[in-house]
């Protein structure tokens, strides 16, 4: 789990470093080939309102839909190289390759939605994602945060992602969290929920293809 002190400090590590994380996820299995499986529709993703980098309210349902999206929760304070840094550099890996695949070029999006309003506002999201907002190869990762803390809520039970609260050092209150990294189809489907121990950059990537596989109209 990772812990989200409520008194967090000002610190933001920027977009191109890989947040203390050395390397993803280690596995000794082979993936299964794309297309070869089914990923079942678990939920439709819930709605609610975020602000952009410019401060711009927006729904979150304009970034879940019309393209395959994977979705992290992270707060940009957090240390626990098995919690949001390690999210961030899988998502890192995962961006370098979907650039070099025309097929999936302008079809993929990445988001990244703080659950820390009080700390991540727009302009903190926008130093956490510099350099990988946009780029050449038409993906798009956005960060996001909601307005306030009671806006977090609907969404973290929409999505199921757990929170509790602990007593840290000194007998400050923080947030434990268990990574999750939600996967969701362009109707908005979650198709995949990945946790710290299954969020491996070649199972996530086989996924996204076996969705487009899926869309693609069957020849007649």
Same mark, same amino acid.
């Given at each position: 789990?990772? @812990?989200?002190?409520?008194?967090?400090?000002?610190?933001?590590?920027?977009?191109?470093?890989?947040?203390?994380?050395?390397?993803?996820?280690?596995?000794?299995?082979?993936?299964?080939?794309?297309?070869?499986?089914?990923?079942?529709?678990?939920?439709?993703?819930?709605?609610?309102?975020?602000?952009?980098?410019?401060?711009?309210?927006?729904?979150?349902?304009?970034? @879940?839909?019309?393209?395959? @999206?994977?979705?992290?929760?992270?707060? @940009?304070?957090?240390?626990?190289?098995?919690?949001?840094?390690?999210?961030?550099?899988?998502?890192?890996?995962?961006?370098?390759?979907?650039?070099?695949?025309?097929?999936?070029?302008?079809?993929?999006?990445?988001?990244?939605?703080?659950?820390?309003?009080?700390?991540?506002?727009?302009?903190?999201?926008?130093?956490?994602?510099?350099?990988?907002?946009?780029?050449?190869?038409?993906?798009?990762?956005?960060?996001?945060?909601?307005?306030?803390?009671?806006?977090?809520?609907?969404?973290?039970?929409?999505?199921?992602?757990?929170?509790?609260?602990?007593?840290?050092?000194?007998?400050?209150?923080?947030?434990?969290?268990?990574?999750?990294?939600?996967?969701?189809?362009?109707?908005?489907?979650?198709?995949?929920?990945?946790?710290?121990?299954?969020?491996?950059?070649?199972?996530?990537?086989?996924?996204?293809?076996?969705?487009?596989?899926?869309?693609?109209?069957?020849?007649?």
């Amino acid at each position: 789990m990772a @812990t989200l002190a409520m008194a967090a400090d000002s610190s933001v590590m920027p977009a191109g470093q890989s947040h203390g994380v050395q390397s993803p996820v280690d596995f000794d299995f082979v993936p299964p080939a794309p297309g070869s499986y089914r990923l079942e529709r678990i939920m439709p993703a819930p709605d609610g309102m975020v602000l952009d980098i410019d401060g711009k309210e927006k729904r979150l349902s304009q970034f @879940t839909t019309g393209k395959i @999206t994977l979705l992290s929760f992270i707060y @940009t304070s957090c240390r626990d190289a098995k919690g949001c840094p390690l999210a961030y550099a899988v998502l890192q890996l995962i961006e370098r390759e979907l650039e070099k695949r025309a097929s999936l070029q302008g079809k993929v999006r990445l988001v990244t939605l703080s659950f820390d309003p009080q700390h991540d506002t727009p302009e903190v999201m926008r130093q956490y994602g510099a350099g990988k907002i946009t780029d050449a190869h038409g993906l798009r990762w956005h960060f996001l945060t909601p307005r306030s803390q009671k806006a977090v809520i609907p969404l973290l039970d929409g999505f199921g992602q757990d929170l509790m609260l602990v007593s840290g050092p000194e007998g400050k209150q923080e947030v434990s969290h268990v990574l999750k990294v939600f996967l969701m189809d362009k109707a908005g489907e979650i198709r995949e929920i990945y946790s710290s121990s299954f969020l491996v950059p070649q199972v996530v990537l086989n996924d996204i293809e076996t969705l487009l596989l899926e869309e693609a109209p069957r020849p007649r």
